[in-house]
């Protein structure tokens, strides 16, 4: 297996244009999330979907961010427009939802860099 | 609400000596606990898990962990540590009144010596 795909895996950008990353989960997997890091905060949960559809999007920093997730092999997490603020390192997960006790497999990141 | 706190931001060791990466959890029912790691520049690895059943977990590359209900602690160990050990480590918790979001610890960075 492949496991989750994640492009770009570097993106450097100029404040205030948009940016789009690429997710492909594992296939099978119905549960798909995405995830920020940086020094400061960590990990943070930006948004979960299940069987497509999205469940939870408390995470979401503000309406500059968006997800999508069109069918089971694809998501694009889009920043527009984007400031340097949101530089950080953005991974996609998924899993098999089984009522909490599935783990989750994490893509290689994509790491944006806002100037 | 449930929560992770890992004590330590970073443990050091020598090679072929005993690893403890430590982890409490916060939950308000029975918790599903994980071990990820994470190599630099790479996505998170997941080690192991605890769900329900016997307290000692074992996971990959020769790690494991073990449950404590009383303590609220769910450390992670290794009898001897390689070089390669040395990585980011995070602890996770999810309870079943939430049963997809996994909260994370801050991360324990290990480093194993030579």
């Known amino acids: 297996d492949a496991g989750v795909i994640q492009s770009p895996r570097h993106e450097v950008t100029e404040m205030g244009q948009e940016v789009t990353l690429r997710c492909k989960p594992i296939?099978?997997?119905?549960?798909l999330f995405w995830y920020r890091q940086t020094m400061m905060r960590g990990l943070e949960l930006l948004i979960y979907f299940n069987n497509n559809v999205p469940i939870d999007d408390s995470g979401m920093p503000e309406d500059r961010f968006s997800a999508k997730m069109p069918n089971a092999s694809f998501s694009t997490l889009k920043i527009q427009p984007s400031e340097p603020r949101d530089s950080a390192v953005y991974f996609c997960?998924?899993?098999?939802?089984?009522?909490?006790?599935?783990?989750?497999?994490f893509g290689e990141g994509s790491r944006l860099t806002v100037l | 609400a449930q929560s992770v706190a890992q004590p330590e931001d970073q443990v050091n060791v020598a090679e072929g000596n005993p690893l403890t990466v430590k982890c409490t959890y916060s939950v308000s029912g029975n918790p599903y606990l994980f071990w990820y790691v994470q190599y630099p520049n790479r996505g998170l690895q997941f080690l192991l898990k605890y769900i329900t059943g016997d307290n000692l977990v074992k996971g990959s590359y020769g790690f494991e962990a073990e449950f404590n209900k009383s303590q609220t602690s769910f450390h992670l160990k290794k009898p001897s540590a390689l070089v390669s050990d040395s990585a980011l480590y995070f602890c996770?918790?999810?309870?079943?009144?939430?049963?997809?979001?996994?909260?994370f610890g801050a991360g324990t960075t290990v480093t194993v010596r030579a």
């Open positions: 296939s099978g997997h119905n549960s």
């Open positions: 997960a998924s899993s098999l939802r089984k009522q909490g006790t599935g783990e989750l497999f």
């Open positions: 996770a918790v999810r309870d079943l009144s939430n049963d997809y979001k996994l909260s």
